[in-house]
Nanobody
Framework: QVRLVESGGGSVQAGGPLKLSCVVGGYISPSTCMAWFRQAPGKEREGVAAIWMRGGQRWTVPSVEGRFTISQNSALTEVYLDVVSLRPEDTAMYYC??????????????????WGQGTQVTVST
């Protein structure tokens, strides 16, 4: 059983940085895509960044390009999302997600096999 536990959310001022962490519990194959999704009130959940654990290839959606960076530790037990220049529109619940046994990341909700419980990020002006 895979368990994903996020941390690092909170209330931050616009323009500031934030780092989210996701601890991966249980066995997970290196052929897994780890990703961060977010869901703002009244909006659909959307993928923002992903990393393929085996090769380290990374994907970031255009709306957060240059501000969001996904990374993983060498033991492949933690995944991070570094965010700079936060904007009010970044306010959302952020979820860690895993897409197993793949060779690429799709950043699609339907392709996710495991979800974390989420961590709230609120950006104020």
């Amino acid at each position: 059983q895979v368990r994903l536990v996020e941390s690092g959310g909170g209330s931050v001022q616009a323009g500031g940085p934030l780092k989210l962490s996701c601890v991966v519990g249980g066995y997970i194959s290196p052929s897994t895509c780890m990703a961060w999704f977010r869901q703002a009130p009244g909006k659909e959940r959307e993928g923002v960044a992903a990393i393929w654990m085996r090769g380290g290839q990374r994907w970031t959606v255009p709306s957060v390009e240059g501000r969001f960076t996904i990374s993983q530790n060498s033991a492949l037990t933690e995944v991070y999302l570094d965010v700079v220049s936060l904007r009010p529109e970044d306010t959302a619940m952020y979820y860690c997600a895993a897409q197993v046994s793949v060779s690429t990341c799709t950043l699609k909700v339907a392709d996710v096999n495991y979800w974390g419980q989420g961590t709230q990020v609120t950006v104020s002006t």
